[in-house]
């Protein structure tokens, strides 16, 4: 039924002004609209929701991220525009961040201003 459906994707922000620079300067989403619930910004054609929220502890695992065709590449960007990856001593990743997963992926996470983890992904 909602196999040929876009998804929107929602993310929460307890600052959205921060968020906003977040994700319009830094990961370069271009901004839509801001309904007052939530800012809006076109994530590869699909709706991105930064919903604006009182209160809420961030996940530990990944709650949004990108297929990218060249991670690399991508992360040496984004690193030029102080996003910061994050490090795990529990599995090897490279001078960037990067980690070769078994099945062949490589992924990287870092996080947004109110601490949600996300991720750069090249399949």
């Given at each position: 039924?909602?196999?040929?459906?876009?998804p929107?994707?929602?993310?929460?922000?307890?600052?959205?002004?921060?968020?906003?620079?977040?994700?319009?300067?830094?990961?370069?989403?271009?901004?839509?609209?801001?309904?007052?619930?939530?800012?809006?910004?076109n994530?590869?054609?699909?709706?991105?929701?930064?919903?604006?929220?009182?209160?809420?502890?961030?996940?530990?695992?990944?709650?949004?991220?990108?297929?990218?065709?060249?991670?690399?590449?991508?992360?040496?960007?984004?690193?030029?525009?102080?996003?910061?990856?994050?490090?795990?001593?529990?599995?090897k990743?490279?001078?960037?961040?990067?980690?070769?997963?078994?099945?062949?992926?490589?992924?990287a996470?870092?996080?947004?201003?109110?601490?949600?983890l996300?991720?750069?992904?090249q399949?």
């Open positions: 039924m909602l196999a040929k459906s876009k929107v994707c929602f993310i929460p922000t307890k600052d959205a002004k921060r968020a906003r620079a977040f994700f319009e300067k830094m990961l370069g989403l271009k901004f839509v609209s801001d309904d007052k619930f939530a800012l809006v910004f994530a590869g054609g699909n709706m991105l929701r930064v919903v604006r929220v009182q209160e809420f502890t961030p996940l530990p695992f990944t709650i949004l991220g990108w297929e990218v065709k060249d991670i690399a590449k991508t992360a040496e960007a984004l690193t030029a525009k102080k996003v910061t990856f994050e490090r795990y001593g529990f599995m990743q490279d001078e960037l961040g990067i980690w070769d997963a078994p099945g062949g992926a490589k992924v996470w870092f996080k947004d201003p109110d601490g949600n996300l991720s750069i992904s399949h």
